[in-house]
């Protein structure tokens, strides 16, 4: 089947400005993750959803970021008043905890620039 | 707090040649561990991963990975490099109940030379 999809697959965007980034998770995954890879900070994690919840949203670096996941599918990243410092790819993926497996499963990411 | 250690930050090594990329984690629960590869440009791909039982295990494009738990180690190998086998490796680490979030480490650049 389908992988995990991301879109869009690169923005260039100017400080300040808002941007959402969004994730179709796998068919049937229950859970969904976001990331942040950046050449100063490596693979960080972001957020965590079960279904539409966020029983985990400890890395979000600021409350400029914020996040939904609908229907328990599709989610989408928000970035407010974005900063340079925000440049980093944005990297999705889900795993189906209904069969306990914990795989994790990687969309290509999103590629954000802020000059 | 977990953290996973990937000691060497860039590798060559020889078309043919066996491969070794070490990766040691710190973590009091029972881990699960991952091996992700990452191509240029692209997400990242499952090698293998370690949850329980056989603490050989094999992955995809002829990897494999051995966990000792007394070493805190889950280091990947492979008897014979591809060319095709150069990208950034990542270890990762995990566990039931933490909400599986994974901690990187902060990868291994693989160059292979021809």
């Known amino acids: 089947g389908a992988g995990v999809s991301q879109s869009p697959s690169n923005k260039v965007t100017e400080k300040g400005k808002d941007v959402e980034l969004r994730c179709d998770p796998i068919?049937?995954?229950?859970?969904l993750y976001w990331y942040r890879q950046s050449l100063g900070q490596g693979l960080e994690f972001l957020i965590y959803?079960?279904?539409?919840?966020?029983?985990?949203k400890s890395g979000l670096p600021s409350d400029r970021f914020s996040a939904e996941r609908t229907g328990g599918s599709v989610s989408t990243l928000t970035i407010q008043r974005t900063q340079q410092e925000d440049s980093a790819v944005y990297l999705c993926?889900?795993?189906?905890?209904?069969?306990?497996?914990?795989?994790?499963?990687f969309g290509p990411g999103t590629r954000l620039l802020v000059l | 707090a977990q953290s996973v250690t990937q000691p060497d930050i860039h590798i060559t090594v020889s078309e043919g040649a066996s491969l070794e990329l070490r990766c040691n984690y710190s973590?009091?629960?029972?881990?699960?561990l991952f091996w992700y590869v990452q191509s240029p440009g692209q997400g990242l791909q499952l090698l293998l991963k370690?949850?329980?039982?056989?603490?050989l295990v094999q992955g995809i494009k002829g990897f494999e990975a051995e966990f000792k738990r007394s070493q805190s180690s889950f280091n990947l190998r492979k008897p014979s490099v591809h060319w095709s086998d150069a990208a950034e490796y990542f270890c990762?680490?995990?566990?039931?109940?933490?909400?599986?979030?994974?901690?990187f480490g902060t990868g291994t650049q693989l160059k292979v030379e021809l």
């Open positions: 990762a680490v995990t566990f039931t109940g933490g909400g599986n979030k994974l901690t």
């Open positions: 370690y949850f329980s039982g056989d603490t």
């Open positions: 068919s049937g995954h229950t859970a």
């Open positions: 973590y009091g629960a029972t881990p699960y």
């Open positions: 959803f079960q279904g539409n919840s966020a029983p985990d």
């Open positions: 993926a889900s795993s189906n905890r209904a069969l306990n497996s914990e795989t994790q499963y």
